[in-house]
């Protein structure tokens, strides 16, 4: 395991931040010639990147992708006193239902443009922007034609994260670290449902949520990433947006540099005007198809990819996502109508015994507590008894009220509500872990908006979907809301995801 630099961790945090700017925040509450002007130059605070290989600027309303850099770059200096650890590719089309995203790891192995052989992320760090781009064409996506890149300083990431109010996130497990005894930055984070702010040396805030990784891979942190920009896009209203407005392109003025097309009216207008009509879209997050290599000593971590299928992760990202698609995928995962006395589904398995061992230990849950008899075959409940979800390298008491929690969350007005959260291991070192979760907040963010609901063994289940791949799905009564989460990367499939809910069952006592 190689130690990464607290800074490196950085700026994958800010991309999440930036594309909620980018995307909502500026493209809902810019109005008139007037703004447009004032949001050049606000932009105009940082200089155009130079000589950026963008495409021409496309008429307004056109399909549009853009390039976010997270790095520690400063404008107006060298490029190879900087680094980056984040390349992200944003495709706004108004033909499409999703805003759709597709992480480029940090440690894919290439063959950079005059350089050799080396990690992606060095292209920055060797020529800036222009050669990260051309070594994306060279090595990854021969077509992509970028036509506007952000390059994000990582220190706006608090001010962004608190300017919208924090983010109520899922946090799929247990995190903890201690600086004192790794190389790795601290992070103190419990799981479940809660809400996360900047706090940008805190190490229970967002920053610290998002850029970890020293306990799975990069591959995982992109999809923790791309969920939080998620989970922050959908719970932020529009009316917040407009009436926060100066303080959120004032902040994404300070720490983003663009290419010389955002620094004109005309390219912002072309932009925004695109952007204003994805108003309400969701994110669809395309998975990169890395393939993962045990580490050798002495030897380069990286991540390699098989061409046919970063092709076909391409043409899934480039393709628009047409209105309904993704209701029908959720949909067609569970059968054909609109009720299911009876659901089968490969790849569960009964667990009954570990759920009831599990409710017993939230016995002083302030509220009923569920579990489910089915779970994903080959998984198993972190259990803070036998500490098989504990980070070895750190104290086994740490562990000890986590798995599983009961815990009080606070909802938007402060309010204090019962919670509890189970957490379920596939395969910790690939960072697959999902979530039972309770609360007695009837209406937490999470679930605001359901793809579908559908009835299953006569029970009303909400399906929440993304790009096609059940994430959430819940289940409510008269005094609480039960869901099962998936996987950061939805590793769980739709069927497996619906039959897991449809079981839950009253724990007695």
């Not at 594309?19 to 002007?37: C, P, S």
């Not at 109010?165 to 419990?190: E, F, K, P, W």
């Not at 900047?198 to 999809?223: M, P, Q």
């Not at 009080?408 to 309010?415: A, D």
Request: aromatic fraction near 8%; include cysteine; charged fraction near 15%.
């Amino acid at each position: 395991m190689i130690p990464r630099s607290r800074a490196g961790a950085l700026w994958r945090s800010l991309a999440a931040a930036v594309v909620i700017v980018a995307a909502t925040a500026a493209t809902t509450a810019v109005a008139g010639l007037l703004q447009f002007k004032q949001l050049a130059s606000d932009i105009s605070v940082q200089s155009a990147i130079p000589h950026a290989d963008v495409t021409p600027l496309p008429p307004p309303g056109s399909p549009q992708t853009l390039l976010v850099i997270g790095s520690d770059h400063r404008a107006g200096t060298s490029y190879n006193s900087a680094n980056t650890d984040t390349m992200l590719l944003v495709r706004l089309n108004a033909a499409s239902s999703t805003i759709n995203v597709l992480s480029i790891p940090r440690d894919l192995e290439v063959q950079i443009p005059g350089y050799g052989t080396a990690k992606v992320n060095a292209a920055y760090s060797l020529g800036g922007p222009n050669l990260m781009i051309r070594t994306i064409q060279d090595n990854v996506f021969p077509q992509l034609r970028v036509n506007h890149i952000l390059d994000v300083n990582f220190m706006g990431f608090s001010d962004l994260v608190d300017a919208i109010g924090c983010v109520y996130s899922m946090v799929d497990h247990r995190y903890y670290n201690n600086t004192a005894l790794t190389n790795y930055s601290s992070i103190d984070i419990q799981p479940g449902y809660q809400k996360l702010c900047g706090d940008n040396e805190s190490a229970s805030g967002a920053l610290a949520f998002v850029r970890f990784r020293h306990t799975d891979s990069d591959i995982v942190r992109n999809s923790r990433q791309q969920d939080f920009i998620r989970w922050a896009k959908d719970q932020y209203p529009t009316s917040a947006l407009i009436a926060n407005k100066d303080r959120l392109l004032r902040i994404f003025g300070q720490h983003v540099q663009t290419d010389t097309g955002l620094h004109s009216v005309d390219g912002l207008i072309g932009l925004f005007d695109l952007a204003l009509n994805m108003d309400g879209h969701s994110i669809r997050s395309i998975p990169f198809p890395a393939i993962l290599h045990p580490l050798v000593p002495g030897q380069p971590d990286y991540v390699t990819a098989v061409p046919a299928a970063e092709q076909a992760a391409y043409r899934a990202f480039m393709r628009p996502t047409r209105p309904g698609t993704t209701r029908r995928s959720a949909a067609g995962a569970v059968g054909h109508g609109r009720s299911a006395t009876v659901l089968r589904a490969a790849g569960v398995a009964p667990d009954p015994a570990d759920g009831i061992s599990q409710a017993a230990a939230l016995a002083h849950a302030s509220m009923p507590v569920y579990y489910p008899r089915l779970i994903v075959a080959g998984s198993a409940y972190c259990s803070a008894a036998t500490g098989n979800c504990d980070d070895p390298q750190e104290p086994a008491v740490e562990y000890a009220h986590s798995y599983p929690r009961s815990y009080t969350i606070h909802g938007r007005h402060g309010l204090p509500r019962a919670a509890y959260c189970m957490t379920l291991v596939i395969n910790g070192s690939l960072g697959e872990y999902y979530n039972v979760q309770g609360t007695t907040w009837m209406s937490p963010p999470l679930l605001a908006n359901p793809t579908e609901t559908r009835t299953v063994g006569g029970r009303r289940l909400e399906l929440f979907s993304a790009g096609g791949r059940l994430m959430t799905v819940a289940w409510r009564t008269p005094r609480a809301v039960y869901w099962i989460e998936n996987t950061l990367a939805g590793d769980i499939g739709n069927r497996q995801m619906v039959a897991i809910a449809a079981s839950l069952t009253r724990a007695h006592g």
